[in-house]
T-cell receptor, first 115, second 116 residues
Framework: AQSVAQPEDQVNVAEGNPLTVKCTYSVSGNPYLFWYVQYPNRGLQFLLKYITGDNLVKGSYGFEAEFNKSQTSFHLKKPSALVSDSALYFCAVREPNQAGTALIFGKGTTLSVSS | GAVVSQHPSWVICKSGTSVKIECRSLDFQATTMFWYRQFPKQSLMLMATSNEGSKATYEQGVEKDKFLINHASLTLSTLTVTSAHPEDSSFYIC????????????FGQGTRLTVV
């Protein structure tokens, strides 16, 4: 069965410093991988996805993620964090070629950026 | 494009009453919609998959008679929480995928349900 792990409940970083939010996955074949961000009492906003192609994926708001097949990871990164990046981040996976199936989410990581 | 609208954003109801939550895809047709439930500071748990014109598929442990899902058109799915109890209080989120182009899902704003 497919699954996603976000090993950190919370990540703290100072504004201007680089940030990394970790994600590992377990799925048969080549997965579809996603990152979403959620602000309090709001729905999820799409940040980026990996389907195929370049392992480094660039997304919204300066975020990027690197697909690493050997380590089954898809860590979210940003070179310089902003206080406004503070939110709850979810990594998600979908089985390849399963267009009508739901995303499976990790438990989420709270990012806190201090000024 | 790819906007999913969920209504209401929040609702307070009395125990024993029913509440309907709507999920609309505003600018695309969605053959499949998904309903998730999120507890505070926790992940999204899939409740059911809603397919237009057919019965919803519920995840294990989700009471289909309590959480009624209707997907009558390609742009609207509804979740009705019947005979609500305080333990049903939660954040409910819907998502939708485009027909034939569904590598990603688009999410509604969520509905905060409080049962008193």
């Amino acid at each position: 069965a497919q699954s996603v792990a976000q090993p950190e409940d919370q990540v703290n970083v100072a504004e201007g410093n680089p940030l990394t939010v970790k994600c590992t996955y377990s799925v048969s074949g080549n997965p579809y991988l996603f990152w979403y961000v959620q602000y309090p009492n709001r729905g999820l906003q799409f940040l980026l996805k990996y389907i195929t192609g370049d392992n480094l994926v660039k997304g919204s708001y300066g975020f990027e993620a690197e697909f690493n097949k050997s380590q089954t990871s898809f860590h979210l990164k940003k070179p310089s964090a902003l206080v406004s990046d503070s939110a709850l981040y979810f990594c998600a996976v979908r089985e390849p070629n399963q267009a009508g199936t739901a995303l499976i989410f990790g438990k989420g990581t709270t990012l806190s950026v201090s000024s | 494009g790819a906007v999913v609208s969920q209504h209401p954003s929040w609702v307070i109801c009395k125990s024993g009453t029913s509440v309907k939550i709507e999920c609309r895809s505003l600018d695309f047709q969605a053959t499949t919609m998904f309903w998730y439930r999120q507890f505070p500071k926790q992940s999204l748990m899939l409740m059911a998959t809603s397919n237009e014109g057919s019965k919803a598929t519920y995840e294990q442990g989700v009471e289909k008679d309590k959480f009624l899902i209707n997907h009558a058109s390609l742009t609207l799915s509804t979740l009705t929480v019947t005979s609500a109890h305080p333990e049903d209080s939660s954040f409910y989120i819907c998502s939708a995928s485009r027909q034939l182009q569904s590598t990603e899902a688009f999410f509604g704003q969520g509905t905060r349900l409080t049962v008193v």
